[in-house]
């Protein structure tokens, strides 16, 4: 792994958080984007090397509109920037984590996007993305 890519926060109003952050991290959003295959728009706060992306839900049947209604607006997840998603993957299964899908995805941020489920990651829904090039 090559390190923390971003962090995940679910949002209910994406519009009203982007106001927060920008005043919190005295900082513009740098993107905006809907992702339909995941039900969600998001947006990218950047500062150094470091990105924050806010999650919120298209549709009710939404994972983040689900995660929003059992815990409220907060950090959902935490994305590692990997080199080879696929090598990762199996590697991780091998090790005893599940993924919650079978194959990775596209996602946010121009990138392929696999996640690992909490109960296999002491409570934390991890992300794992690689660049496509």
């Known amino acids: 792994m090559k390190g923390i890519d971003h962090i995940g926060i679910a949002v209910s109003d994406l519009e009203s958080s982007n106001r927060l952050f920008e005043a919190l991290l005295n900082t513009s ?3 905006i984007e809907d992702i339909s295959n995941q039900k969600v728009r998001t947006s990218f ?3 150094a090397d470091q990105k924050i992306e ?3 839900a298209t549709d ?3 994972p983040i509109s689900k995660f929003i209604d059992k815990k409220g607006e907060g950090i ?4 590692f920037e990997v080199k080879d998603i696929r ?3 199996k590697r991780l299964k091998k090790e005893g ?3 919650l899908d079978d194959e990775p995805s596209i996602g946010a ?3 392929l996007v696999i996640f690992f489920h909490p109960k296999t990651t002491n409570g934390v829904l991890i992300e794992l993305c690689q660049e496509i090039c």
């Open 29 to 31: 959003c740098y993107k």
């Open 45 to 47: 706060f950047k500062m």
């Open 54 to 56: 806010l999650v919120a």
């Open 60 to 62: 009710p049947s939404s």
């Open 76 to 79: 959902h997840h935490i994305a």
């Open 87 to 89: 090598a990762e993957i």
């Open 97 to 99: 984590f599940k993924a």
């Open 109 to 111: 941020d121009n990138k």
